[in-house]
């Protein structure tokens, strides 16, 4: 596993996802949500709309503009339009540091 710092915990507000690049092709939202930590890819499968302007609630996160869901965990599609999931991935605190790994995926659905 590589990981990679994105952020400090000091960033984060509970349920308030912060847009971050992981890398040049790599955005993630993570969110901080009933004190678990979530890497998930910040595009909805169903358009080019970020997720981490949407709203977060019982452990996942809505696309704002066609009202989709994914689960913060796994990346499951919850509702339509989507038909597809988005990609999680492994993240950690290393102190303060909120780290990603862009190399690996946490999917199971």
Known sequence: MTF?????LSELT?????????????????????GA?????D???HGNVPLSEGDVEDGSIECYLHGSRFDLA??????LPATEPVRVFPVRVDGD???????STTTDF
Do not use: K
């Open 97 to 103: 540091l909120i780290q990603v790994d862009p190399e």
């Open 14 to 34: 509970d349920d308030l996802p912060l847009a971050v690049d992981v890398d040049d092709e790599l955005t993630v939202a993570i969110v901080r949500h009933n």
């Open 43 to 45: 595009e909805c499968s």
């Open 4 to 8: 990679v710092t994105v952020a400090e």
């Open 37 to 41: 930590l979530y890497a998930i890819e």
């Open 74 to 79: 796994t990346g499951a599609v919850l509702n």
